[in-house]
């Protein structure tokens, strides 16, 4: 069975050091790897774009960051857009053909990723290639992997050559999701721990006679989620939940009702 090359993102362990953007500018700023790709721009493009979001309210609150190059789509909207400029090959990697859309700025709008940047100086439209020239040996390189992954220093980004079986199998796993699977849900770059971007919480804390409450049994009602306790400083965290309605069940008890429409901090409650 053919292999393809897949990058895992664990949103839970990027810091937004930068280092993958850095390493890609590396590669490609004054560096021409044609026909994969001509030389990125010295400014302006992000082919490894780092988004931020920041969950919550003081003091509980959740910082998170979401690498994001090229999906790698499998059914991507770029070639669905302009059939000729976009190639996807048999491991999975999307190209745009440096020659055939030369010129063609609405490349980029065809892309439910922003992932496309228009190269003024040359005049062409470019994009992560997955080092597809390192991949493929071209590259002189002493490394068989991208170098976002390589450079990441928490792991958070790996590089993975797998056949469908050893892919479904990694995926089930470690719980992969695509971003924004309703864009295009098959593709080459898989996210772990996404719903630290893409989900909200509900955390507070409780508090007996004006101290922490440890110990405590937390439940939601509206969802189906583990009981937690509460921690040394009494505190509770539900994590990954959809925009809804949800009770606050403390000791068997219902305690608040919260309509979630992002992540909150409900504070501190007296018990
Ligand atoms: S190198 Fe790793 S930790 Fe740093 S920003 Fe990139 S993905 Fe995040
Ligand atoms: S993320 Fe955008 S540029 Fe990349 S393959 Fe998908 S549609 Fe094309």
Not at 59 to 86: M, Y
Not at 121 to 133: L, Y
Not at 183 to 203: C, M, Q
């Amino acid at each position: 069975m053919a292999k393809k090359k897949y990058l895992v993102i664990d949103v839970a362990l990027c810091h937004d050091c930068n280092n993958c953007f850095i390493a890609c500018k590396d590669e490609h700023v004054m560096n021409s790897w044609l026909p994969y790709i001509d030389e990125q721009p010295r400014h302006g493009h992000r082919w490894m774009n780092i988004e931020r979001t920041e969950r919550g309210q003081y003091p509980r609150v959740s910082a998170n960051f979401l690498p994001k190059p090229c999906q790698h789509c499998a059914e991507p909207k770029c070639k669905e857009a302009f059939d000729e400029s976009v190639t996807v090959r048999e491991d999975g990697i999307v190209l745009i053909d440096a020659e055939k859309a030369k010129g063609n700025k609405e490349l980029l709008d065809s892309c439910p990723y922003d992932a496309i940047w228009y190269n003024e100086e040359k005049g062409v439209p470019q994009k992560c290639t997955f080092c597809a020239h390192i991949l493929d040996g071209q590259a002189g390189a002493s490394i068989c992997s991208t170098r976002c992954a390589h450079s990441c220093p928490t792991e958070a980004i790996t590089y993975h050559d797998l056949d469908e079986a050893e892919f479904e199998k990694l995926k089930a796993a470690e719980g992969l999701e695509r971003y924004k699977p309703e864009e295009s849900p098959d593709g080459l770059v898989w996210y772990k721990n996404l719903y630290r971007f893409t989900k909200h919480f509900i955390a507070g804390g409780f508090l007996k006679d004006g101290e922490c409450a440890e110990g405590v049994k937390v439940t939601l009602k509206g969802v189906d989620v583990p009981e937690q306790t509460t921690n040394y400083f009494g505190d509770f965290w539900f994590d990954g939940l959809a925009p809804g309605a949800y009770t606050i069940v403390a000791d068997g008890q219902d305690i608040m009702d919260v309509t979630l429409t992002e992540s909150v901090n409900v504070g501190n409650i007296a018990l």
